[in-house]
């Protein structure tokens, strides 16, 4: 493994769940970050991104930020409801860790 396919296995379900403690971290990767201190780094801050990315997306909104499309209306069902609030973290969550590693180079 080299440092960019580290990169992009950072995005794979089961390093995902080693990034937020649930799992091992996959021997490929164990082996790349043991021997990379640049990969280290970065799984270190993946792992500290994906805590708390996960942690506050899981907070409700508070009522004064959902607010009806017109007035008197009901808003319906929010986009987490629609999408599943599942898929919806994920999704920010890769996007906010791509951001962050395209920061980095």
């Given at each position: 493994m080299n440092?960019?396919?580290?990169?992009?296995?950072?995005?794979?379900?089961?390093?995902?769940?080693?990034?937020?403690?649930?799992?091992?971290?996959p021997g490929d990767v164990a082996a790349h970050i043991e021997s990379c201190p640049a990969c280290r780094k970065t799984w270190s801050g993946a792992a500290v991104d994906t805590v708390r990315l996960t942690r506050d997306l899981l907070l409700e909104a508070p009522p004064s930020v959902t607010v009806p499309a017109f007035p008197g209306e009901s808003?319906?069902?929010?986009?987490g409801d629609i999408v599943g609030w599942g898929e919806l973290g994920w999704a920010i969550t890769a996007g906010a860790l791509l951001a962050g590693l395209g920061a980095l180079f």
């Amino acid at each position: 493994m080299n440092c960019h396919e580290l990169e992009l296995r950072l995005y794979d379900e089961d390093c995902r769940h080693a990034l937020l403690g649930e799992t091992p971290v996959p021997g490929d990767v164990a082996a790349h970050i043991e021997s990379c201190p640049a990969c280290r780094k970065t799984w270190s801050g993946a792992a500290v991104d994906t805590v708390r990315l996960t942690r506050d997306l899981l907070l409700e909104a508070p009522p004064s930020v959902t607010v009806p499309a017109f007035p008197g209306e009901s808003t319906g069902p929010s986009l987490g409801d629609i999408v599943g609030w599942g898929e919806l973290g994920w999704a920010i969550t890769a996007g906010a860790l791509l951001a962050g590693l395209g920061a980095l180079f």
